[in-house]
C-alpha cells in the first residue's frame, strides 16, 4: 500500500474511508427494524407481540414509546461525547490513531450490545457504540477533506456518503430477510443485525494502519518531511515530492500554521466557542455557522418522513409487507439520488445545492403532508392520494440526498483553521447530535398532537433556511483549506463583506508571492488589519 501513488491512493483512501461512513449508515438504520423484533419487544419490555398469519407472523406492538425513543435517542448522547473526545485526541494525536481509537469503542459497544438482555444494558451499550461513532464521525471527514484537492474535496466526501446510505439500505433489507425466519420471534432477527456492524469496523480498521496520515496534521506537529512525501504521492502520479503541485499545496501549508501557531490560546473548545483570543480568525463564528447547519440538516424534515413514510403507505391501503417493500425501495432511491451530490456538489458549490434542496424538499413536504389529510379525509380514494403522498415522500428523500444530507457534513471539514481542525468539526458532529436525539423524542409527540401538518412546519423550515444560507454561509466550494481564512477574517459576518474580504487578501497574497514572499494567509494579515 506504501507504493500508491496519485489516483490510485486517492481512491483507494476514499474507500477505506467510505468503510465508516457506511458503518455509519448501517448503524444508524439498524435499529428501525431491531425496534420491530417481537423478542426485542419482549427483552426491553416496550410491548407485546400478536400473531398476524402465515404471511405477517407475529407483529409488535408498542405500549411503551418512551423508553422505545429513550433506547434510540440515547445513541445521540455518546455521539456527542465521542466527538468532543475525538476531537481533543484527533489534534494532539492525529487522524490515523483517533480513527483506531474510535473504532475499539464501537467494536465494544456493539459486542455489548447484541448481547443485551435488559433494557439497561442495551442503554449502556448504545453510549458506548455513540462514543464510538462520534469519534469517527469527527475524524473521518476531516481526513478525507485534508488528503483531497480543494477542486474535488466535496464531491470526495460525498461520494462516501453514497456508501453511508448503502448501510441503512443493508440494514433494512437485512432485517427485512430477517423478519421471514420462523414465526418471526427468534433474537436472530435482532441480535445479528446489531452484530453486522462489527465486519465494516474491523475491515477499516485492518486498513487503517496502511494508511498515510494527514500531510496537514504532520506539518503542524513539525513532521515536514513526513508530510511532503504524502503530499508527493497524493498530488502526482510518480509520488515525486517535487510535483507542482505538491510544492505549492506544501508552502501554502507551511505558511498557514505559522500564522496559527500564534495563537495556540485558542485551542480549547470553550475559547473556540467564544472567540477568545482567536487573533480576528473569528472562531465563534465558524462554530456556531457548523452547530447550526446541523442542526437546520434534521429540522428540514428527514427524520420526520423516516418516522412517518410507512403510515402514509399503510393508509394509502397497501398491506404491511407491501409498506415495508416501499420503505425499502424509497431507501435504495435515497442512496441512488447521492450519486447526483457527487456530480454538483463541486460544480454548483455548497451554497446552491442548499437553496435548491431547501425549495425542492420544502415543496415535497407541503404537499405530501397536503395529500396524507386528504388520504384521511377521503379512504375512499386511498390509491390516489396516498399514491401522491408517496411520490413527494420519494421525491423529497431524492432531494435531501442530492443536497443537505451530504453538504452539512463537509462544510465544518472545510472551515476551519488546520489547528483546530478536527475540533472544529466535533463542534459540527455536536449540531448533528443535538438535532437528530431532540427530533427523536419530539417527532412522536408532534405526530401525535398535530398528525400531517407536522409536515407543514417541516416544509416551512426549508424556505426559512435559505436566507439563512444566503446571508451567512460563504462559498468554500473549490477554494483550498488554507485559504478559509481569507473569507472568515472579515469582520462582518455577512457573505457579500467575506467576499470581499477574501477577493482583497487573496490578492494581497498572490502578490507578496510573486515578490517572493511565503503565499500564505501569515503574511497578509498585517496588510488586511492596516486596511481595516
Not at 178 to 183: C, E, P, R, W
Request: a neutral charge; hydrophobic letters at 45%; one cysteine or more.
Amino acid at each position: 500500500m506504501s507504493k500508491l501513488a496519485g489516483r490510485k491512493l486517492y481512491y483507494t483512501i476514499n474507500a477505506v474511508a467510505g468503510l465508516a461512513i457506511f458503518f455509519f449508515g448501517y448503524d444508524q438504520g439498524m435499529m428501525g427494524g431491531v425496534n420491530t423484533s417481537p423478542d426485542y419487544v419482549r427483552v426491553m419490555k416496550l410491548g407485546y407481540s400478536t400473531y398476524e398469519g402465515p404471511s405477517e407472523g407475529y407483529v409488535a406492538t408498542i405500549t411503551e414509546p418512551t423508553r422505545q425513543g429513550g433506547i434510540v435517542s440515547i445513541y445521540y448522547f455518546g455521539t456527542l461525547l465521542g466527538c468532543l473526545m475525538g476531537g481533543v485526541l484527533g489534534d494532539r494525536l492525529g487522524r490515523i490513531k483517533t480513527m483506531v481509537i474510535g473504532s475499539l469503542w464501537v467494536l465494544f459497544g456493539a459486542a455489548l450490545q447484541c448481547s443485551a438482555q435488559n433494557i439497561a444494558w442495551m442503554c449502556c451499550a448504545r453510549i458506548i457504540n455513540g462514543i464510538g461513532t462520534g469519534y469517527l464521525n469527527a475524524i473521518v471527514p476531516v481526513w478525507s477533506a485534508e488528503v483531497a484537492t480543494h477542486t474535488s474535496r466535496g464531491a470526495f466526501i460525498a461520494s462516501e456518503f453514497t456508501l453511508n446510505i448503502f448501510g441503512v439500505v443493508v440494514a433494512y433489507w437485512l432485517e427485512f430477510g430477517l423478519g421471514f425466519i420462523g414465526d418471526g420471534t427468534s433474537q436472530v432477527r435482532w441480535r445479528f443485525p446489531i452484530a453486522f456492524q462489527i465486519v465494516p469496523v474491523l475491515a477499516f480498521m485492518a486498513c487503517l494502519p496502511m494508511m498515510p496520515e494527514s500531510p496537514r496534521w504532520l506539518i503542524k506537529m513539525g513532521r515536514n518531511t513526513e508530510a511532503r512525501e504524502i503530499l508527493g504521492r497524493l498530488r502526482s502520479d510518480d509520488g515525486s515530492v517535487e510535483a507542482p503541485r505538491a510544492q505549492r499545496e506544501y508552502e501554502e501549508i507551511v505558511a498557514t500554521v505559522a500564522l496559527e501557531k500564534e495563537h495556540a490560546s485558542r485551542n480549547s473548545y470553550i475559547g473556540m466557542f467564544f472567540g477568545r483570543n482567536d487573533g480576528g480568525l473569528h472562531i465563534a463564528r465558524r462554530v456556531q455557522l457548523s452547530i447550526w447547519l446541523q442542526i437546520v440538516q434534521e429540522w428540514v424534515g428527514i427524520a420526520a418522513i423516516t418516522v412517518y413514510a410507512p403510515t402514509i403507505f399503510a393508509e394509502a391501503g397497501y398491506a404491511a409487507r407491501k409498506s415495508q417493500w416501499l420503505s425499502g425501495l424509497n431507501d435504495v432511491t435515497y442512496m441512488l439520488s447521492t450519486l447526483l451530490a457527487v456530480v454538483t456538489i463541486d460544480r454548483l458549490g455548497r451554497r446552491i445545492g442548499l437553496w435548491w434542496g431547501a425549495v425542492g424538499q420544502g415543496i415535497s413536504l407541503i404537499l405530501a403532508g397536503a395529500f396524507a389529510r386528504l388520504l384521511k379525509d377521503h379512504p375512499e380514494k386511498a390509491s390516489e392520494y396516498g399514491g401522491a403522498a408517496a411520490l413527494f415522500v420519494f421525491m423529497y428523500t431524492a432531494i435531501f440526498g442530492a443536497t443537505w444530507l451530504t453538504i452539512p457534513w463537509v462544510y465544518p471539514t472545510e472551515t476551519f483553521p488546520l489547528e483546530v481542525r478536527a475540533k472544529g468539526n466535533a463542534f459540527g458532529v455536536v449540531g448533528w447530535s443535538i438535532g437528530n436525539g431532540w427530533l427523536t423524542l419530539l417527532n412522536p409527540v408532534m405526530f401525535n398532537r398535530i398528525g400531517e401538518n407536522t409536515l407543514h412546519v417541516f416544509g416551512a423550515i426549508n424556505f426559512l433556511s435559505i436566507p439563512l444560507v444566503w446571508a451567512f454561509y460563504p462559498e468554500t466550494a473549490n477554494r483550498t483549506l488554507e485559504e478559509m481564512d481569507y473569507l472568515f477574517m472579515s469582520k462582518s459576518p455577512f457573505v457579500w463583506d467575506e467576499e470581499d474580504n477574501f477577493r482583497r487578501m487573496k490578492e494581497e497574497a498572490e502578490r507578496a508571492r510573486i515578490e517572493g514572499k511565503a503565499g500564505g494567509p501569515s503574511e497578509v494579515v498585517d496588510v488586511a488589519d492596516e486596511k481595516d
